[in-house]
């Protein structure tokens, strides 16, 4: 049989699974950050009692409540979109990522929405107290959501703690423990959580430098930018250390997806990092139309290969090795993988066979064929078409740099932030302030750069080596997910509009006044 | 203690899990039910925007509970979802529109400069309300009368055409519509919603001309909700059921198999017309004795109504979603669920359920312990939708 896949569908998918993921993590960071920085604010407001930090921490909680609603109006799509979209997938690997989607809804989901509530409507109905633990539990909550959704994530791009079952067609989980504390799974939360920590001090520092700058609220601007610089100081380090870890994580996990960051087509020892680079145009490969090499660029000589392995010496594989094979490193080449992918994926159906003829001799056999080969199951779905195996790799690079250089930026500018306000120069400082404002745009592309090169550089894989996204993908008619798409687009560009718009009329009308608690 | 269990107890207990969930969620879709009244009992801005204050309050219960049961239903059913969530993709896909709409709405319908306007802020409530009850209420309808789907895992096996579960109609689950007794049960839903609505709403707004509307709703709510109801129900009791064989695992029609699924499991059946009392004495005691605490009654009967409607469906060896492309291709708890481990570790996470329940209780009563006035609409203090 040689029919033709039909790509256009699982292009379509990835791209409806694309909108909804990128504008869903519009919202999300910023409430994640937001959280913790308003229970910090509380806490300063029940600790001395003096009602201008009561006046901060409700301006911040109106901005979390506007970006907070449509943070889960985003949200439930994607819960969904497991099974409407990537129905396969669902049952592939549902016996190890529905359980962290169900702890999420248990156990973080209710104690974010119903503390919410008390944060909210509480002020008057619960005392101090009762209310500023409140507001921690939302900031612990929203965080600990974060958690489960980002090991189920890590699972695919690790995927570890499971066994498959030739009988039930699906791995099935081994061990919580393993899946939970994989190397992956940390490096994910940590830099993920620390990352939207520090997107949230970068607003909070921007819309205060608006105030100063118009000479606004020049007290309530003063103090949030003191405790969301001193806030993003520490999580932007944090952030750093954590995104150094989730690179040497990719690289020995995920060696395409690393060489991918770099643009590093032929591996070396000693291999240098590229810190800036411009790709060509041209395909450096023609067969491979994601390939390209470098028109410009400045390399920090042996790095890469310190960065990956802590070790100079260490051989970096590049695209080719990896897709031709490289004896000397033991590295298998794509047309191997994809032989023993098959030999795993027919065994499976022979297993079925011989059960149903109740041959236990060729059940077993057919069953030590797959465990041999199961490792590389998912390249069996390649035999047409390994070029596919080879993520895009301008995209990877652009959005790895972007965000790694911004990254090393909002560090600087938190230290020279708390540097003037140290100085009490923060408000006289025009040229900061401005910097402050335009930093907001740039904390977002940064973050979504983050999510680009996690997502885009794993291609082709959902579940990394085990399961292609034309393995995963539901049977729908081509048409169904483009309209679904395109209603998406409109639905939530709308509401995008609608938020940026009430947020910027509430950034306008200022913290209001009111008496004490 | 759960890894001692047999799987079938563990594939049962996540069953009564389920359904639970399901059951609270329909509960508290009274928030859905009051958003489509919010014009019939408010006539004023203020009777309105009381109307929308006391149920913004509770809304994302209302969504967090959806959440969690789609994430448990995925956890310990995957093969249901991945087979209808895939494959009656419009009618999720309207279903997940519904509340996408609901979730910004409370928060932005009177912000100023919020691009849409008030009015079409409330429309979203409403069409939510409407949509996302009859849709959800139709879809579990599906349950009992079985839909279009085949399923096979070793499609995994071909390279060119991989996916386990198939829709075998072009109208990928919008033909449950064309079933009257799927719709029945939407209906159902629906008003049993706007009945919650209405005493969650007498409960906790304080207002005598929202009261007075509220006793008229109830009459054009309650009877067409009983209407639908005993339809759906003496319809599902008379009718032939899937049946499962417990030793081969082959799915047969059963003549009466709801009906015996009720006798046969006693508890079920107590559960089931005390639920029923519960609603029907919820919403008497509000129209003849103008009980405002009606909503507890009707609450909890919804609770247990749902809880054992939907026990009837999956234990019992009964099949639970149907297929009316291939029999034998119908989902049993035993043929769709995760496997031992996964269940046994979700089981202990369950276990934090009571824990969950008690802080919420303490949430709402400190939130609700007095009804909502005119006056607290004035208040500066406070977070106002």
Redesign the interface.
């Known amino acids: 049989?040689?029919?033709?896949?039909d790509y256009s569908l699982i292009d379509w998918s990835r791209a409806q699974f694309a909108l909804t993921a990128m504008y869903h993590w519009i919202f999300v960071p910023l409430t994640l950050g937001l959280g913790f920085i308003m229970a910090i604010m509380e806490t300063i407001y029940v600790r001395t009692g003096n009602p201008e930090w009561k006046r901060i921490t409700k301006f911040w909680?109106t901005i979390f409540?506007?970006n907070?609603?449509?943070g889960?109006?985003?949200?439930?799509?994607l819960?969904?979109e497991?099974?409407?979209?990537?129905?396969?997938?669902?049952?592939?690997v549902?016996?190890?990522?529905?359980?962290p989607?169900?702890?999420?809804?248990?156990?973080a989901?209710?104690?974010?929405?119903?503390?919410?509530?008390?944060m909210?409507?509480?002020?008057?109905?619960?005392s101090k107290k009762?209310h500023l633990v409140?507001t921690w539990l939302v900031a612990f909550g929203a965080s600990l959501s974060a958690l489960w959704i980002l090991v189920a994530n890590a699972w695919m791009q690790l995927p570890v703690g499971m066994k498959f079952?030739p009988e039930?067609?699906?791995n099935?989980?081994?061990n919580?423990w393993d899946v939970l504390l994989s190397p992956m799974a940390v490096s994910k939360f940590t830099h993920t959580i620390s990352s939207s920590y520090l997107l949230a001090a970068i607003v909070v520092i921007g819309i205060s430098s608006w105030y100063l700058l118009r000479k606004r609220h020049i007290v309530f601007a003063k103090r949030s930018i003191v405790v969301a610089a001193v806030f993003g100081l520490i999580t932007s380090i944090f952030t750093i250390l954590t995104g150094d870890y989730s690179a040497r994580v990719v690289a020995q996990n995920q060696p395409m997806k690393f060489a991918a960051f770099e643009g590093l087509y032929v591996g070396q020892t000693r291999a240098p990092l590229v810190a800036i680079g411009v790709m060509s145009t041209s395909p450096e490969d023609p067969d491979n139309e994601n390939i390209k090499d470098f028109v410009f660029k400045i390399e920090i000589p042996n790095f890469l290969s310190y960065m990956a392995f802590q070790d100079i010496n260490a051989f970096v594989p590049g695209i080719r090795d990896l897709m031709e094979g490289n004896e000397k490193y033991n590295i298998l080449s794509a047309a191997e993988k994809i032989a023993r992918g098959?030999l795993a994926?027919?065994a499976?159906?022979e297993f079925?066979l011989a059960k149903e003829a109740q041959d236990q001799a060729k059940m077993d056999e057919a069953r030590q064929i797959l465990d041999e080969n199961f490792q590389y199951f998912g390249y069996?779905?390649f035999?047409d078409d390994p070029s596919r195996l080879v993520p895009s790799v301008p995209i990877t690079f652009y959005s790895f740099h972007i965000m790694v250089a911004l990254g090393m930026w909002f560090m600087m500018f938190f230290a020279i932030v708390l540097l003037l306000v140290y100085k009490g120069k923060i408000s006289q400082s025009k040229f900061w302030l401005t910097i402050g404002i335009v930093n907001i745009p740039l904390a977002y592309i940064a973050s979504q750069s983050g999510w680009i090169t996690a997502e885009m550089g794993r291609q082709p894989w959902v579940i990394q080596d085990l399961m292609p996204t034309?393995?995963a993908?539901?049977?729908?008619?081509t048409n169904?997910v483009i309209t679904?798409f395109i209603?998406f687009g409109v639905?939530f560009t709308?509401?995008l509009?609608?938020?940026l718009?009430?947020m910027?009329?509430?950034i306008k009308?200022g913290p209001?006044q009111?008496?004490g608690h | 203690m759960f890894e001692t269990f047999e799987l079938y107890t563990l594939q049962q207990y996540w069953w009564i899990i389920i359904s639970l969930l399901a059951s609270l969620l329909v509960f508290l879709m009274f928030v859905q039910g009051g958003q489509t009244l919010i014009y019939q009992l408010g006539k004023t801005e203020t009777e309105r925007s009381l109307i929308i204050n006391t149920l913004g309050r509770k809304w994302e219960l209302t969504f967090t509970t959806l959440v969690t049961f789609g994430g448990a239903f995925f956890a310990s059913f995957p093969l249901f979802y991945s087979t209808s969530f895939g494959g009656a993709y419009w009618v999720w896909m309207a279903i997940l529109f519904a509340f996408v709409i609901q979730a910004i709405s409370y928060e932005y319908r009177t912000k100023p400069a919020n691009f849409l306007g008030r009015k079409t802020y409330e429309v979203f409530l409403f069409l939510n309300g409407l949509l996302g009850t009859i849709l959800i209420g139709t879809a579990v309808g599906t349950f009992f009368n079985g839909a279009n789907f085949s399923v096979d895992k070793m499609n995994l096996t071909n390279i060119y055409d991989s996916a386990i579960s198939r829709w075998e109609t072009p109208f990928h689950g919008l033909e449950a519509v064309l079933n009257i007794h799927n719709v029945a049960l939407g209906l159902s839903v629906f008003f049993l919603a706007r009945v919650l609505g209405i005493l969650y709403i007498v409960n906790s707004v304080n207002e005598e001309n929202i009261l007075v509307r509220a006793r008229r709703q109830m009459w054009n709510n309650a009877v067409p909700f009983l209407v639908f109801f005993l339809y759906f129900v003496i319809y599902l009791l008379l009718k032939q059921g899937f049946a499962v064989n417990p030793e081969t695992g082959e799915i047969f029609m059963e003549k009466y198999k709801y009906l015996h699924n009720l006798l046969q499991m006693p508890v079920v059946l107590i559960l089931f017309l005390a639920g029923v009392a519960g609603v029907l004495y919820g919403i008497s005691s509000f129209l003849f004795c103008r009980s405002r605490k009606a909503i507890w009654f009707g609450g909890a009967g919804t609770v247990l109504a749902v809880f054992s409607l939907l026990l009837i469906a999956g234990l019992n060896s009964t099949a639970y979603y149907p297929s009316l492309h291939n029999l034998q291709h119908s989902l049993t708890i035993r043929n769709s669920s995760s496997s031992h481990y996964t269940l046994t570790a979700m089981s202990y996470v369950s276990l934090f359920v009571p824990v969950v329940i008690a802080y919420i209780y303490v949430a709402w009563k400190s939130i609700n312990n007095k009804p909502i006035e005119k006056s607290d609409l004035d208040d500066d203090s406070s977070h106002i939708y």
């Open positions: 049989m040689t029919e033709a896949f909680m409540g506007i907070f609603a449509i889960v109006a985003t949200g439930i799509i819960e969904f497991f099974g409407t979209n990537w129905s396969n997938y669902s049952w592939f549902g016996d190890i990522f529905g359980a989607l169900a702890i999420e809804g248990i156990m989901f209710f104690l974010e929405s119903t503390f919410i509530a008390v909210f409507f509480g002020w008057n109905k619960v009762f409140s079952n039930t067609a699906r099935e989980m081994h919580f098959k994926i027919d499976l159906a079925k069996g779905y035999v034309m393995a993908v539901s049977r729908l008619d169904a679904t209603l639905v709308t509401l509009i609608a938020e718009k009430i910027f009329k509430q009308i209001k009111e008496g």
